[in-house]
């Protein structure tokens, strides 16, 4: 189906495609693991933060408050992190264990292959300024909420 001039002229539009052609090959990709890229991402900002809790874990993947619990709790029964003692009674702090260091590493050369497969018709620099752009690409003024 054509997409016409005016859809392909559109930045979100165009991102959303890349979007859904990289996502479709990371689930592929991550499979023989059992996660998805959200429950990678969840890995990797625990990883990145050690000792965060679940609130601050939903804030970052822009979830509610349940469903970083239930998120916790998968990668928890995997054996991938481990909830500690929290900063108070009312939280737990979230853990990388070595299983899911190690699982992450793994992970990840999966992706970086599929980002090299993604932009193989990119030379090095093209993809660094592509790197560059979308890293200034921010929420719209008009989407923004009071905390951004």
Not at 55 to 81: E, P, Q, Y
Not at 89 to 118: C, F, I, Y
Not at 126 to 136: C, F, G, S, V
Request: net charge positive.
């Amino acid at each position: 189906m054509k997409q016409g001039s005016d859809l392909d002229g559109l930045l979100g539009y165009r991102i959303e495609l890349a979007h859904l052609i990289a996502i479709e090959d990371a689930r592929l990709m991550l499979a023989p693991y059992g996660l998805t890229p959200a429950k990678l991402t969840a890995l990797l900002l625990i990883r990145a933060n050690p000792g965060c809790d679940q609130t601050a874990l939903g804030k970052a993947l822009s979830v509610n408050r349940s469903s970083a619990m239930k998120l916790v709790n998968v990668l928890v029964d995997r054996g991938l992190i481990e909830r500690r003692p929290g900063r108070d009674l009312r939280t737990n702090a979230l853990h990388l264990l070595p299983d899911g260091e190690k699982r992450v590493a793994e992970m990840l050369d999966q992706l970086r292959e599929s980002d090299r497969r993604l932009a193989a018709d990119l030379t090095a620099a093209e993809r660094a300024t592509l790197m560059a752009l979308l890293k200034k690409l921010r929420k719209p003024r008009a989407a923004r909420r009071d905390d951004d």
